[in-house]
Nanobody, 126 residues
């Protein structure tokens, strides 16, 4: 069983920054893809960023490119999402997820991920 716990959410003004963390426990997740998704009220869950644990290959949603950076700390079995230049449109509940399929290219589809955290709220005010 895998547990993913997000932290680092909060309220910031537009233009500010936050760093989200997602710590994994219960099972070694080395070599698995890790992703960040978000969901605003009334919207579907959408892809934000993902990373392949071995190659460190990353993929970003267009809305995240140039502003967000996904990274990992292997020793801590933790994945991070550094978010800069935040906009009110980034307001959402942010989830981290783990994909056990061992694909080289991380998936952008929520259905491809096997484990999910509970989410951490990010609120950006104008």
């Amino acid at each position: 069983q895998v547990q993913l716990v997000e932290s680092g959410g909060g309220s910031v003004q537009a233009g500010g920054s936050l760093r989200l963390s997602c710590a994994a426990s219960g099972r070694a997740l080395s070599s698995y893809n890790r992703g960040w998704f978000r969901q605003a009220p009334g919207n579907e869950r959408e892809f934000v960023a993902a990373i392949n644990w071995i190659s460190s290959r990353t993929i970003y949603a267009d809305s995240a490119k140039g502003r967000f950076t996904i990274s990992t700390d292997n020793a801590k079995n933790t994945v991070y999402l550094q978010m800069n230049s935040l906009e009110p449109e980034d307001t959402a509940l942010y989830y981290c997820a783990a994909d056990l399929s061992l694909t080289i290219v991380p998936s952008v589809l929520p259905g491809e991920y096997d484990y999910w955290g509970q989410g951490t709220q990010v609120t950006v005010s104008s």
